[in-house]
């Protein structure tokens, strides 16, 4: 099994009285964004912070790229791109000598801090702007020079905290593919966002935190059949019902009917969908359509953290 | 993903660090235009004000006001543009807080020492140059108006009084500028460097209208030992989770009285566990202290014989000639003899440990142990007058003072060590506590030592000077 780049066990943060995070386990392999999820002030920003040794943890234990965050800061450091939640720039300064400060800091030799400016530039669409003042940036020009200050040392761990607040869509479509070539390079990566089809969509797990807590973990699809149950499948027809409840095969459960509808829980889709159709055939019973409900990260998200969704 | 590349070399780093904040001052016309009039026009001036005033005083016969006046304004000239460095350092660490870019910084692989040395650079670099500048720009003009050319001695005296002074209210700031949550907080705290340096400024100009200028190496000697205590505090306390997780400035009174109510218990159930916890635990680690306030009495004392070499008194002062009981009865109108005398004497000696806390509590304890050591260079004045007087100074000062001073001297040096601990305690805290925990922990283990040592041996020490020193004294040098 691959080592993991990011692993964190029983990580905690205590602020004189107040514990920020309790507890934490969470590993992240190369080749893996996990997406880590969870309301304002509930530990995210302090688990990155601990995970990039700016904050010392006050209990448990956390290695990244294979140093500890306590023992070996500097080292951890030197390997760790972080994307603050706030870009953060000098305003006076161009993208370039921005750059090439942070490059100076990470002791980059000029020739490879040129290349990957000019490369990194052109890749987030910044190239036609690096001799403009920061200060003449937009909001979402600054977040995505940012995201190029946390690449340019070429690091193995990525730690982004809204890497796409505060860009358009375009933008945000831009970094998230860039965010995904990433993931190709072997990277470990923690996004933390509140887009949670953002999450959904580039996460290969999902991380959730309330309280200091890490309160579920998983891929997408086995968090929504945990949280949510089995996936749901709705059957329309093109008349009434006239009994189709009634054909549904074994390991199908009917959860909800209309006059024209209905919709059943199954463990197994492949298996049960095909039955149940065939069995509508023979029954003569015209469908009109058999579509999986959509359940989104959202419903999972909102049971988690314990708020009731409102009722469509 | 490539080889992650050696750590930046320190000096390096640190000039990084600085050289960008330098560039940055140089697009801010905000710090550009002050320095320049000061660099410039302020210099020039002078120049005039210097012109105007040798005529003036030259029309009424006192020249020498002029000769003081124009290397005095040598000095204002170079110390206006380096206050500014004084802002600047103070926003060095809370102004990129507040703007936010203080994360992306911390993040980097550079040191806390060169992250702090840095800063410091940033600071002191512009505003120092500017100051030689306006030196230059002030002597040229000197020796254009005036044809007065500075002595070479008196320019390099200058420039390192500058360089001194910018470096302490630059370490001073920088200090607070990395303690504070916000610039308008570090504005506040400013205080704590302006005042001690306008009055050192008002020092200075006494000390070159007087034309003592040999003074002033000791004021640079003093400045840099300064620099690299606040330097070596600053470097110390800079901590990188307490810049980013300092959210509110709050006095928390609950807070403060938790900790100084613990460290001041030491977890000791009753008075004896606490008088054994003072005597095992807080003596011996006062010990170092207690050493160097003995030498620094010690030095005290010699001070004060060489004084009397200096300064001697008339012989016919010191002879102690009377009828002993006339003095008792003298001595008894003054309080002696009687217990509001005891309290007196007491609350005296107190109020001067108290002084002496309070003063060496923002001062490294420098200026407690300055004070506490003024009677013993007194004593030790006394003691040199009256041996060059031919008496018997042994037997004076054993009558006089001996019987008390068994008892007041160590409780003036327990109290001095204890001051002394507690100011020194932010130069180094112990990691791992806020500045704020380990000077209210080094202010309850001063307490202990006063509560439980020195007020009870000043109180001891008072009646003896109150009720037995008058009487040994009349039997021994009166024959009473």
Redesign the interface.
């Known amino acids: 099994m691959t080592e993991a780049l990011i692993e964190a066990v029983g990580l905690t943060k205590d602020f004189d009285d107040f514990r920020a995070v309790a507890a934490v386990d969470l590993a992240v392999g190369p080749g893996e964004v996990v997406a880590l999820l969870g309301p304002n002030g509930a530990g995210k920003t302090t688990t990155i912070r601990m995970l990039a040794s700016l904050l010392t943890p006050s209990g448990g234990a956390a290695r990244v790229a294979g140093f500890d965050v306590r023992r070996d800061p500097d080292a951890v450091r030197a390997r760790v791109g972080l994307l603050t939640e706030h870009h953060g720039l000098y305003t006076r300064m161009r993208s370039e000598e921005y750059l090439a400060f942070f490059g100076g800091a990470y002791r980059l030799p000029r020739g490879v801090l040129q290349e990957r400016t000019t490369r990194l530039l052109e890749q987030f669409g910044l190239a036609g702007d690096r001799r403009r003042r920061l200060g003449e940036y937009s909001k979402g020009m600054r977040q995505k020079l940012a995201l190029v200050r946390a690449l340019l040392h070429d690091p193995p761990v990525l730690l982004l905290d809204e890497p796409t607040s505060a860009m358009d869509p375009a933008s945000a479509f831009q970094v998230r593919g860039s965010i995904d070539r990433l993931r190709q390079e072997s990277r470990a990566i923690i996004v933390c966002t509140h887009n949670l089809k953002e999450a959904e969509n580039l996460a290969d797990r999902i991380a959730i935190i309330r309280g200091g807590q890490l309160i579920a973990t998983g891929t997408a699809t086995s968090l929504k059949q945990e949280v949510l149950g089995r996936r749901q499948m709705e059957l329309r027809l093109a008349r009434p019902l006239d009994g189709a409840a009634g054909l549904l095969p074994q390991g199908a459960r009917l959860v909800a009917s209309g006059a024209d509808w209905l919709r059943y829980e199954t463990e197994d889709p492949r298996d049960s969908n095909p039955r149940f159709l065939r069995a509508l055939g023979q029954a003569g019973i015209d469908v009109v359509t058999l579509a999986e409900v959509e359940r989104s990260l959202e419903d999972v998200y909102l049971q988690v953290v314990g708020r009731a969704r409102p009722s469509a | 993903?490539?080889a992650?590349?050696?750590?930046?070399a320190g000096a390096h780093?640190a000039w990084?660090v600085a050289r960008?904040e330098i560039?940055?001052q140089g697009?801010?016309w905000r710090i550009l235009a002050p320095i320049a009039m000061l660099t410039l026009f302020f210099p020039l001036l002078m120049n005039f004000t210097a012109q105007a005033a040798v005529d003036f005083v030259n029309r009424y016969g006192a020249p020498i006001i002029g000769e003081r006046l124009i290397p005095f304004l040598l000095l204002v000239v170079g110390f206006f543009p380096i206050s500014i460095s004084l802002v600047i350092a103070l926003e060095s660490f809370a102004g990129e807080r507040e703007?936010?870019?203080?994360?992306?910084?911390?993040?980097?692989?550079?040191?806390n020492m060169q992250l702090y040395v840095g800063k410091m650079l940033a600071s002191l670099v512009a505003p120092v140059l500017a100051a030689y500048l306006g030196i230059v720009v002030y002597s040229a003009g000197l020796i254009l108006r005036l044809d007065w050319r500075p002595p070479v001695p008196l320019l390099v005296q200058v420039l390192l009084l500058t360089t001194a002074q910018a470096l302490v209210m630059v370490a001073g700031a920088v200090v607070i500028s990395s303690l504070t949550t916000s610039v308008r907080a570090a504005n506040l705290l400013a205080s704590f460097i302006i005042i001690p340096v306008a009055q050192l400024v008002i020092l200075e100009s006494m000390i070159m209208f007087w034309g003592q200028y040999s003074v002033l190496w000791y004021i640079v000697i003093g400045l840099l030992v300064t620099s690299a205590l606040l330097l070596r505090m600053g470097i110390h306390l800079f901590n990188?989770?307490e810049l980013?997780?300092r959210e509110l400035d709050v006095l928390n009174l609950a807070?403060v009285g938790r900790v100084v109510r613990t460290e001041f218990g030491a977890g000791a159930g009753n008075l004896k566990a606490w008088y054994v916890g003072l005597f095992r635990r807080s003596l011996p680690r006062t010990l170092p202290a207690l050493g160097l306030v003995a030498l620094v009495m010690a030095a005290g004392y010699g001070i004060g014989l060489w004084a009397a070499r200096q300064w001697t008194l008339p012989a016919e002062m010191l002879t102690l000639q009377a009828d002993p009981q006339l003095v008792l009865a003298n001595m008894r109108e003054l309080g002696f003899l009687q217990p509001q005398g005891w309290l007196w004497v007491l609350s005296n000696n107190l109020r001067a440990v108290l002084l002496a806390s309070v003063l060496g509590a923002f001062t490294f304890g420098v200026l407690a142990l300055v004070l506490l050591t003024t009677p013993v260079i007194i004593v030790g004045y006394i003691a040199g007058n009256l041996a060059l007087a031919g008496a018997s100074a042994g037997t004076v000062l054993g009558a006089l003072v001996l019987p008390h001073a068994l008892v007041e001297i160590p409780a003036a040096m327990l109290a001095g060590a204890a001051i002394l601990r507690w100011g020194m305690v932010v130069v180094s805290p112990a990691r791992g506590r806020s500045l704020g925990h380990h000077w209210l922990a080094g202010f309850a283990e001063w307490a202990r030592l006063m509560v439980g040592l020195v007020v009870p041996l000043l109180a001891v020490a008072a009646a003896i000077e109150v009720f037995l020193t008058p009487l040994i004294a009349v039997r021994v040098l009166f024959g009473g």
């Not at chain 2, 992650?4 to 930046?8: F, N, R």
């Not at chain 2, 703007?99 to 040191?111: A, D, F, K, Q």
């Open positions: 993903m490539s992650v590349p050696a750590p930046l780093g990084l960008r560039r940055d697009r801010d703007r936010l870019s203080l994360e992306p910084l911390l993040v980097t692989p550079l040191s990188r989770e980013l997780g807070w």
